[in-house]
């Protein structure tokens, strides 16, 4: 066990594993972002590089909301985005980050295309007035904190349709977000949940087809139970999309939405049948 660090929202612990060698950050003694290695490249799951080789500039500006351990900082630095941006509502998570690579690695956190802001994530980005390419929002709360009531100070919402609607409003005309989520296979809950906060979004944006605008992957074997949805300022399709869909079968993705996707994709599970029978 390494540092401890307190602030209004959480505890924080920086918690290494004798056996593997490896770091994280442990929020409420639950949630945990790695501490990776920013010497290399890799990363601690191909989720977080879905958002870089679906955009159509995965180099411009790019926002993350929720920095943790800084996994999806190193996805950004990695894909070689110009301008970075990120956020951070724990204050104790940016004084571990600071710490933590302030002598190893400086220039991770100091770059000079990179901006660390210490704020909440909807509130920042109502302030913006550029649009950016890509939003990574990425598994940002704690479970822990949902007991303890705590999101009434913090990520709850940041799920909200109205939250939605900016996060497509703050998009430029090439523009992605990626939201990821828990998945539960045998009982779709969380996945669903924000396909159909982006279905009501996007529609209260005056969107008439609101599902050429999304798009919901998991990973084909299952092995780290997240599902990420894609929300796109422009519509898309599939079929002129292969050199990303060649990317997702390589790392082992599926497609369960679009569901004329579904299929052709092999999808396995019960969230198609779900999305079928209330979005079709």
Known sequence: HGATYWDPLARLDIIGNPNTGDTAIVIDGDAQSPLLDPSTTELDNAHRE???NVSAKPSSRA???GIGGGPDLKAAQKYAAEDITAVEINSSSLQALNHHYRNATPNFISRPNQTIVNAEGRGFLARQKEPYDTVMIHTIDSFAAALSGAYVLSENYLYTVEAFQQ???SLSNTGVIQLTRWLYPQMPREELRLFATAMEALRNEGIE???QHLMLITRGDMRDYMADLLMFKQPVHLASMKKFTGWLHANHFNVACPL?????FNYPGPIVDTMVQYYS
């Open 50 to 52: 879905v958002l870089y």
């Open 63 to 65: 926002l993350i909301i």
């Open 167 to 169: 996060y497509y409003r």
């Open 209 to 211: 087809r609101p599902e």
């Open 260 to 264: 004329n996707a579904a299929a052709k």
